[in-house]
């Protein structure tokens, strides 16, 4: 099977059955990968369709064209919804844990304030980092072959994460919990044919302090433990969806 490279393309670029390239992709196209007129690629729109595409070229206005070849309706999506609910992170461990919940499967991603977030986001710079993570999950999309691409949210605060999603299942990830476990969770209340979307809430570096968890235990989250290591904030909440996404046959 020949290996071909696959681009985002938003769905008001595909006309007559053309595609319309970005500037973006059209450079990486050309000076990167080196593709000409000819070559074959792979484009996806972010809902659902993946088209075969022959590259055409330059169009007039500067960017790279294609001809649709043929298309299909690929769903490699989990039959569940399963929202990662990450206490903002620093430095690019932010932007690797966005990365790889994609690559998993995770529906959406919100990212949270906590009273132990380092990291200080105000004015224009919040809406600058949120759209420079919806751009992470879109090329993670473009690597792992997923044709929908995960909403990255507007940063949020736990407590009104919380009071908006009272009446859905939220998991809070918490070191100190022994006697709850993911397993326990899994075996008790996630169904494959479960349709309402389930939350999955971890903390920063430092984790969540006793009032937030109290709190959070308020508002109707559950507590549950991962074992007797401490886990990083980049790795409790994908192990956590891998284990979930694998019981419910998504995974392996």
Known sequence: MTFLHRFFVNSKDIEDQQVWFSPAESRHIERVLRLRGGDMVLVFDGSGWEYQVELLGRASSGGMVGQIVGKEYLDREVPFK???????????KMDTIIQKAVEVGIDSIHPLL??????????????????????????????????????????????????????????MLYESEQDYTLRQVIRDHLLPCDKQPWYLLVGPEGGFSAAEVSLAQEKGAVPVGLGPRILRTETAGLLAAGIILYELGDLG
């Not at 992470?136 to 009104?160: E, F, H, M, W």
């Open 82 to 92: 399963l929202s990662l609910v990450q206490g903002i992170a620093k430095g690019e």
């Open 114 to 171: 906590t009273e132990r977030t380092v990291v200080k986001l105000e004015g224009s710079k919040t809406k600058q980092r949120q759209e420079r993570w919806q751009t992470i999950s879109q090329q993670a999309c473009k690597q792992c072959g997923r044709n929908r691409i995960p909403v990255v949210y507007p940063p949020t605060d736990l407590v009104s994460f919380l009071e908006q999603h009272q009446e859905q299942p939220v998991l």
